[in-house]
């Protein structure tokens, strides 16, 4: 029995990873952590889990997490998780960060874009955690930095075209995320008035996930790769769309290319290639750890499209998240997420 910790536990993806663990029969809930809530327990925090999670939450305490954690999940502001790495490691406990501070081979990238500064980063050795990529490093990982949720539907959707080396190194990406990707806490922007019946783009050409997206599709494409990425947000709870532009090096038919996808993600059991004139929908993968990718090519342009779509709080963060911890600790890895996406 794996005996789990989660550390920011009453945000959206400490919630879905409670929801999550709470069906995993490998997987024992030990330990809760929240700055706001301490005292209570998480199913009067949110009667959703009302008879699944009875454990109170309490304030951090690394001590007592070393004591009854066999694997921790951080959910917490960038620089918390860096700064309890070491110990963690040390005394034996895995760790599985949702934030962006094991994402990055280079700390200047990560401070660059983050604006954390940290003593240790060097001192601990992390891997990426996208398991249909890095599957092998995963397995004897201490620490894995779970990728963001925009970067998990573009490389899913990038890699076998940038692998196959049918495209030119020059790629647009247009995201379109749902507004629980902005977080638990209340801001204006996210408030039902104003988000609404609208999209609007965000961060454009400056968000945080560019640096993280440039530096996995690089090592796919073994050189240095660059991305146009503009995300929007749009008035759903759940669910990414990204729809990828790249211009084809060669003349190829649609045919090549589906039977290349189909190739690359054929024992992949959360990765769905859709059939050709099939494109995909956020319902489709809703509350799921799935990602379904349809394919076209515009023959004016010889540019091939390429749509992917994932749950951003699932396969875009705590799906995937509990898809490392099976991996790590030699469990099957759809254990506890083999959910039936919700429709309608």
């Not at 092998?136 to 890699?159: F, R, W």
């Not at 965000?202 to 240095?224: F, G, M």
Request: charged share 20%; aromatic share 8%; glycine share 8%.
């Amino acid at each position: 029995m794996v005996r789990v910790g989660i550390l920011g536990a009453t945000g959206y993806t400490g919630v879905e990873l409670i929801r999550i663990l709470s069906n995993h029969e490998d997987v024992q809930i030990k330990y809760l952590s929240s700055q706001n809530f301490n005292g209570k327990k998480i199913e009067d925090v949110y009667h959703s889990l009302k008879g699944f999670c009875k454990v109170e939450l309490q304030e951090l305490n690394i001590d007592d997490i070393v004591e009854s954690c066999d694997v921790v999940f951080t959910a917490l502001p960038s620089g918390y998780a860096m700064n309890m790495a070491e110990k963690l490691c040390k005394s034996g406990v895995k760790l599985i960060d949702l934030g962006a501070d094991f994402r990055f081979d280079d700390f200047k990238t990560y401070k660059e874009w983050y604006g954390v500064s940290s003593d240790v980063y060097g001192s601990v050795s992390r891997v990426y955690g996208l398991p249909e990529i890095h599957r092998d490093v995963i397995k004897n990982a201490m620490i894995v930095g779970n990728p963001g949720c925009y970067p998990t539907s573009a490389i899913l959707g990038l890699a076998p075209a940038l692998k196959s080396g049918i495209i030119e190194n020059h790629i647009i990406i247009d995201s379109k995320s749902g507004v629980s990707g902005a977080g638990h806490s209340p801001k204006q922007g996210n408030m039902y008035a104003e988000c609404n019946e609208s999209i609007k783009p965000y961060n454009v050409a400056k968000h945080r996930h560019i640096p993280e997206i440039e530096q996995e599709l690089s090592k796919l494409n073994h050189e240095d790769t660059k991305v146009v990425f503009t995300p929007h947000l749009t008035p759903m709870t759940r669910g990414i769309l990204s729809t990828m532009y790249c211009r084809l090096k060669k003349d190829i038919s649609i045919e090549s290319i589906h039977e290349i996808y189909s190739e690359f993600y054929k024992d992949e059991y959360f990765v769905k290639i859709l059939d050709i004139g099939e494109y995909p929908s956020t319902k489709s993968v809703y509350g799921s750890n799935f990602c379904h990718i349809g394919l076209e090519i515009d023959r004016h342009s010889n540019t091939l499209i390429i749509m992917s779509v994932i749950d951003n709080l699932v396969k875009g963060a705590s799906g995937q998240a509990v898809q490392n911890m099976n991996i790590m600790f030699g469990i099957n890895e759809a254990k506890g997420l083999k959910m039936v996406p919700v429709f309608p």
